[in-house]
C-alpha cells in the first residue's frame, strides 16, 4: 500500500467514523440501535463512540484499500470521503 492509498483510506475511515458517531443524518440509525438494544447496552455505546467505531470502520475499509487502493474506483470514493471530512474540520475551524 502506497501513502496515498493510505492517506485517502485514513480520511475515508475519519469520516465514516464520524458519520455514523456524530453525523445528523445517521441520528436515526443510533436511535434505532438504542431502542432496539438498549440506551446502556455496549452496542448502543459503540455507535456513539469514535474510538470504537473506529476500529470497526478501519477493519472494513483496510482490507479494500490493501486488494483494491490501486483502482481508480477506490481511490475516486477515498478521495470523496476524505474530502468531505477535510471539508468538514475546515468549516468547524474557520466559523
Known amino acids: ?23 445528523e ?9 438504542a431502542d432496539r438494544f438498549g440506551d446502556e447496552s455496549k452496542i448502543s455505546y459503540m455507535v456513539t463512540c469514535g474510538w ?7 477493519m472494513s475499509v483496510v482490507p ?11 481511490q475516486a470514493v477515498a478521495m470523496t470521503l476524505t474530502l468531505s471530512y477535510l471539508v468538514g474540520l475546515a468549516t468547524t475551524w474557520l466559523d
Open 25 to 33: 443524518l445517521a441520528a436515526g440509525f443510533r436511535s434505532w440501535v
Open 64 to 74: 479494500l484499500a490493501y486488494l483494491i487502493g490501486g483502482t481508480t474506483g477506490f
Open 1 to 23: 500500500m502506497n501513502a496515498v492509498v493510505f492517506l485517502l483510506t485514513l480520511g475515508a475511515v475519519c469520516r465514516i467514523t464520524r458519520f455514523i458517531t456524530k453525523d
Open 52 to 58: 470504537c467505531t473506529g476500529v470497526w470502520a478501519s
